[in-house]
């Protein structure tokens, strides 16, 4: 059984930063596409960042690239989101999730989810 759990949300004042962690088990990630992303209250369910598990090929949305940084441990099956400079507006739920597909930027390429963490910006 698939199993992606997320860690690390909190409450962060503009300007800092978390770091999200998503363990992945139950099967083997070789082969898959990691990906985060977020809902805000009232707004779709977005892109944020994905990585390659083999390869470590990353893609990022424009609203976060420079400040968001995706990476993987492949011994402890973990993928990372290192988020800096926190703005308000990334106030969401964020979704950690795999894809077989290869793709990685829209949501129906996705086959599992986990249960999402809060992360909260206050200005």
């Known amino acids: 059984q698939v199993q992606l759990v997320e860690s690390g949300g909190g409450l962060v004042q503009a300007g800092g930063s978390l770091r999200l962690s998503c363990a992945a088990s139950g099967r083997t990630f070789s082969s898959y596409v990691m990906g985060w992303f977020r809902q805000a209250p009232g707004k779709e369910r977005e892109f944020v960042a994905a990585?390659?598990?083999?390869?470590?090929?990353?893609y990022y949305a424009d609203s976060v690239k420079g400040r968001f940084t995706i990476s993987r441990d492949n011994a402890k099956n973990t993928v990372s989101l290192q988020m800096n400079s926190l703005k308000p507006e990334d106030t969401a739920v964020y979704y950690c999730a795999a894809s077989r597909s290869g793709s990685y930027y829209y949501l129906d390429e996705y086959d599992y989810w986990g249960q999402g963490t809060q992360v909260t910006v206050s200005s």
């Open positions: 990585i390659r598990w083999s390869g470590g090929n990353t």
